[in-house]
């Protein structure tokens, strides 16, 4: 059974700094695209950052130069640096991860809460 366990998340004053964790298990099969989203209150989820297993990545216009996703392949793990931190930031933030070798399924964590006070 696959599972991904989310970490890092908190309350943070504005300009702040946050890193988030996120470990795939469960799964022998590959882990294509990872990704943070984010979700707040009375909004849509959004795609926060992206990263191919090649190490490509992509941002939403909103947070390029503050965050910065990476990926440990080894440990099946993903991260997102999050600095200069806004209120508007704040959100709970989940990650996914597309698992598969030929037939691709995303996978959900569970979510953790980021607050940035102003």
């Known amino acids: 059974q696959v599972q991904l366990v989310e970490s890092g998340g908190g309350l943070v004053q504005a300009g702040g700094s946050l890193r988030l964790s996120c470990t795939v298990s469960?799964?022998?099969?590959?882990?294509?695209?990872m990704a943070w989203h984010r979700q707040a209150p009375g909004k849509q989820r959004e795609l926060v950052a992206a990263?191919?297993?090649?190490?490509?990545?992509n941002y939403a216009d909103s947070v390029k130069g503050r965050f910065t996703i990476s990926r440990a392949n080894a440990e099946n793990t993903v991260y997102l640096q999050m600095n200069s931190l806004k209120p508007e930031d704040t959100a709970v933030y989940y990650c996914n991860a597309r698992v598969g070798n030929i037939v691709l399924r995303d996978y959900w964590g569970q979510g953790t809460q980021v607050t940035v006070s102003s």
């Open positions: 469960g799964t022998t099969r590959s882990i294509n695209t």
């Open positions: 990263i191919s297993s090649g190490g490509l990545t």
